[in-house]
């Protein structure tokens, strides 16, 4: 290992050298099983991921899937014509650090060339990286770059190659997403952990004591703010989180979560929480949400009675509202003059949420009543052409660009769907499949990040779109 290191470092170095004068020096050398700068002839393999042409000449992206590592060719050129790299290791929103690195010029007698081999990521430094080739035309003065591409690394299958995707939008400095991601910063560590559960892929377990460690004492402490749903989304990330690594502090932190939640239910309409401290509203999604994290803790709390108790009365309460339409799907809170159905938007969390919810109660409580309600929810969600737009599921008023809290709701309903799915013999495996395969085909870039319409098209991103196709993957058979 140590002599492959020495040999890497020595091409490294004469790649340096070779540059033609004046042309950009090399950015930081990334080591990883090699080091930045190998010859492409020692690629064991050869993948053309995407390619770009101007004024005849073709740039090509070339991966070497077994080292992850990329080098760029142009070809069809003459003498003069330039081509490089760009490296980004946020997803290709910036490359500052990384650009032009491998820049080379095709020699005299030449019509094309090939840059040095790059690393795709930088495993010292947890960066997760993409690159493209660029180039230009040596007497003209417009360029031109490919599409971004990586190699399989950490992206064998779709669910892994999605949750590569995400963790490129994972701010090391905060241990949040895109960020400033909060609530929905929850539910996109709740699809990795998921990943990692489901793929047996776990590169990017240390997001969890990243984000712990660095937020745990953000805001109200304990991941607590105002407002109740945020809590509990949070606290659901903990409680994943215990499960997958059996520290205890996560899970006292999901039971801080509730315990702050239920300092929030009163009389008022007979029962429930809050959506905020300022409780002027109560919702569907807080409630469900506290029913879910309570449940889920008495399950993993020996002895308890407490959470048991909590999970049971937000579900009454729940029921007693009329919350859960004539249609059979959930409506967006109580009105609490009337303290009944508000009649607003079926948003498609809400509906998640309560499967989840309820498939969490009856493994508690053994209730047949909460997973036969869970059913009719699910029937009456995969089935509504109002959610479902030519049998693909669509958020109402769904934005094309990847912005809003909104963005985040269709992933907890496939969550939830997937929990209930696989608790009653898998019935909603073509549903799913039909949305991944869709999502698939017509909602992905070149390295496997996701929009907001799962029937496509792909307009653009973010960690939030980009959980709700994970958490959808890992849902799908």
């Not at 909060?182 to 990243?210: E, F, K, P, Q, V």
Request: proline residues 3%; hydrophobic residues 40%.
């Amino acid at each position: 290992m140590h002599t492959k290191w020495i040999a890497a470092a020595t091409v490294a170095a004469t790649a340096l050298l070779q540059l033609p004068a004046g042309s950009p020096a090399l950015a930081a050398t990334v080591c990883n099983r090699y080091c930045d700068g190998r010859d492409p002839a020692l690629s064991p393999g050869d993948r053309v991921a995407t390619s770009a042409i101007l004024y005849g000449r073709t740039f090509k992206v070339h991966v070497n899937d077994a080292d992850a590592m990329i080098w760029a060719t142009v070809e069809n050129g003459r003498p003069g014509d330039e081509v490089w790299l760009d490296r980004s290791f946020d997803g290709g929103r910036t490359w500052q650090g990384d650009s032009r690195i491998g820049f080379t010029v095709v020699p005299a007698g030449a019509g094309g060339w090939r840059t040095a081999m790059f690393n795709v990521d930088d495993w010292g430094a947890l960066g997760v990286g993409v690159l493209r080739a660029c180039g230009k035309a040596g007497d003209r003065p417009e360029l031109t770059c490919t599409g971004w591409a990586r190699s399989t690394w950490n992206a064998w299958d779709r669910r892994t190659a999605a949750a590569t995707a995400l963790m490129m939008r994972f701010d090391r400095g905060t241990g949040l997403f895109d960020t400033n991601g909060w609530w929905t910063g929850a539910n996109a560590l709740t699809a990795l952990i998921d990943n990692s559960r489901i793929s047996g892929m776990h590169s990017y377990d240390y997001a969890i004591a990243a984000t712990y460690d660095k937020q745990i004492n953000a805001a109200r402490g304990q991941f607590r703010n105002e407002y109740l749903d945020d809590t509990g989304w949070w606290g659901l990330a903990w409680v994943a989180a215990y499960d997958r690594t059996g520290d205890s502090r996560y899970l006292n932190t999901a039971r801080a979560d509730a315990d702050h939640m239920f300092a929030y239910w009163d009389t008022r309409c007979g029962g429930g929480i809050y959506w905020r401290t300022d409780r002027t509203v109560k919702n569907a999604i807080s409630n469900s949400l506290y029913i879910q994290l309570n449940a889920a803790l008495s399950q993993r709390i020996a002895g308890d009675s407490v959470y048991r108790g909590r999970a049971q009365a937000g579900w009454a309460w729940f029921q007693s509202t009329g919350m859960i339409n004539s249609s059979n799907l959930v409506n967006d809170g109580v009105n609490l003059g009337t303290c009944r159905n508000n009649g607003d938007v079926t948003w498609t969390y809400n509906q998640g949420v309560l499967i989840n919810a309820l498939v969490q109660l009856n493994r508690l409580t053994g209730d047949a009543n909460a997973l036969a309600v869970a059913r009719r929810v699910a029937d009456a969600a995969t089935t509504s052409t109002y959610l479902n737009s030519g049998g693909i599921l669509r958020e109402p008023n769904e934005p094309d660009q990847c912005s809003g809290d909104g963005v985040s709701f269709k992933g907890a309903f496939v969550r939830g769907l997937g929990v209930l799915n696989a608790a009653v013999g898998r019935p909603y495996d073509t549903y799913l499949r039909r949305q991944a395969d869709s999502a698939y085909a017509r909602d992905r870039t070149g390295f496997d990040a996701y929009g907001s319409h799962w029937a496509g098209p792909y307009v653009s991103t973010n960690h939030s779109c980009q959980h709700s196709a994970l958490d959808l993957l890992n849902a799908a058979p």
